[in-house]
Antibody
Framework: QLQLQESGPGLVKPSETLSLTCTVS??????????WGWIRQPPGKGLEWIGS???????YYNPSLKSRVTISVDTSKNQFSLKLSSVTAADTAVYYC?????????WGQGTMVTVSS | QSVLTQPPSASGTPGQRVTISCSGS????????VYWYQQLPGTAPKLLIY???QRPSGVPDRFSGSKSGTSASLAISGLRSEDEADYYC????????????FGGGTKLTVL
């Protein structure tokens, strides 16, 4: 069955760029039925949608993060990626990737990213 | 401050029926579908309800969703200890807040 797996550094320095990749296995990221997304959850807090992408590269972002976020897709590797620039301690969170179909119906296990010097 | 408003906590005893509310506005719940997610401790969220009241395959019919105007509710009947989790509502939003917005989450405790 379809699985998603986040990967990337667990520690990022303030003002630098956070970069994560989500690898999709058991299915194609190029399916016309789905979007793919990133959601984060600061420690002890709720969920925040970051942005989503279609396999064609069409994107839409959370307005509050839009100036710092870039989401891209690599269909040849069956992956999509997140870049968040100029990070601060407020960006410390568990970052999830997920498939967006009828809601976010399949999620990765999440990866903790800490912003600290 | 979340765009969708949920009570921070709810509780019930085994076998009881509990409801969790989610309040929004005309730009989100009032004009779009509502989704509900369950997050067990230390795990990724799981889709529980989509399109207001539809259950994905494998979700027990003890869980049900409803929507009226700019508010939505999740009901859990026959409460079980394993239902103790955080529950989040979500919706598309047609305003500058969107397009995807979540509620702040409700911690459900089974007493």
């Amino acid at each position: 069955q379809l699985q998603l797996q986040e990967s990337g550094p667990g520690l990022v320095k303030p003002s630098e760029t956070l970069s994560l990749t989500c690898t999709v296995s058991g299915g194609s990221i190029s399916s016309s039925s789905y979007y793919w997304g990133w959601i984060r959850q600061p420690p002890g807090k709720g969920l925040e949608w970051i942005g989503s992408i279609y396999y064609s590269g069409s994107t839409y972002y959370n307005p509050s993060l839009k100036s710092r976020v870039t989401i891209s897709v690599d269909t040849s590797k069956n992956q999509f990626s997140l870049k968040l620039s100029s990070v601060t301690a407020a960006d410390t969170a568990v970052y999830y990737c997920a498939r967006l179909y009828l809601g976010f119906d399949i999620w990765g296990q999440g990866t903790m990213v800490t912003v600290s010097s | 401050q979340s765009v969708l408003t949920q009570p921070p906590s709810a509780s019930g005893t085994p076998g009881q029926r509990v409801t969790i509310s989610c309040s929004g506005s005309s730009s989100n719940i009032g004009s779009n579908y509502v989704y509900w997610y369950q997050q067990l401790p230390g795990t990724a969220p799981k889709l529980l309800i989509y399109r207001n009241n539809q259950r994905p395959s494998g979700v027990p019919d003890r869980f049900s969703g409803s929507k009226s105007g700019t508010s939505a509710s999740l009901a859990i009947s026959g409460l079980r200890s394993e239902d103790e989790a955080d529950y989040y509502c979500a919706a598309w939003d047609d305003s500058l807040s969107g397009p995807v917005v979540f509620g702040g989450g409700t911690k459900l405790t089974v007493l």
